[in-house]
């Protein structure tokens, strides 16, 4: 019934920038948080950030903060993940998702319940 589409990965330079779109179909977003997370190849997937569906209200983890923006257009239901000054690092196959974290587990990846596909960024160096 609820559906995560992502777009816009790709190959980026170094200290590039890429744009990362959601797009939540199927109905209107029903949960409070979408979030933001990676996932490199022999590793954990690790928390990005994540934004408030109602207020708007971000955060975002300390490994991307001043360099990732994350925004929604509710109006379109449709989140996005704005990656600057991209490093080799970044490289990874990176998912939004839908869920209901408290405060406390806003950075794990059990307190949300629809996931997008993912979509593949690679930082070339």
């Known amino acids: 019934q609820v559906q995560l589409v992502e777009s816009g990965g790709g190959l980026v330079q170094a200290g590039g920038f890429l744009r990362v779109s959601c797009v939540v179909s199927?109905?209107?977003?029903?949960?409070?948080?979408m979030g933001w997370f990676r996932q490199a190849p022999g590793k954990e997937r690790e928390f990005v950030g994540a934004?408030?569906?109602?207020?708007?209200?971000?955060y975002s983890s300390d490994s991307v903060k001043g360099r990732f923006t994350i925004s929604r257009d509710a109006a379109k239901n449709t989140g996005y993940l704005q990656m600057n000054s991209l490093k080799a690092e970044d490289t990874a196959v990176y998912y939004c998702?839908?869920?209901?974290?408290?405060?406390?587990?806003?950075?794990?990846?059990?307190?949300?319940?629809?996931w997008g596909q993912g979509t593949q960024v690679t930082v070339s160096s």
């Open positions: 199927g109905r209107t977003f029903s949960r409070n948080v």
């Open positions: 998702a839908a869920g209901n974290p408290s405060g406390s587990t806003l950075t794990k990846i059990h307190a949300y319940d629809y």
């Open positions: 934004i408030n569906w109602r207020s708007s209200s971000t």
